[in-house]
């Protein structure tokens, strides 16, 4: 049931790359810096490449279709229950 529910989805992502971001800055940072606060360089790093990536993504989808052209059983597909 999870998995039809896209707000759901979207929410656990965002929960999951924190956790996975979070999970690596506590296996590095303590060896490189004896300071127990997140530095504004690694937060304004992780924006420039979150929006770079967004950046990149929505241009890309932009010039080209996400559902397919042209495939005889797309409607059926698309209106599918289960």
């Known amino acids: 049931e999870a998995k039809r529910r896209p707000n759901y989805l979207v929410k ?3 929960w999951l790359v924190a956790a996975c971001w979070l999970d690596l800055f506590w296996m590095v940072m ?3 810096s004896k300071s127990p606060f997140v ?3 690694e937060i304004g790093v992780f924006v420039g490449f979150a929006g770079g990536f967004g950046y ?3 241009k890309f989808l932009s010039k080209v ?3 397919p052209q042209k495939d005889p059983r797309v409607h ?3 209106h599918l229950h289960s």
């Open 12 to 14: 656990v992502s965002y």
């Open 30 to 32: 303590p060896s490189y």
């Open 39 to 41: 530095p504004w360089v």
């Open 56 to 58: 990149i993504v929505t």
């Open 65 to 67: 279709p996400v559902q």
């Open 76 to 78: 059926e597909a698309l």
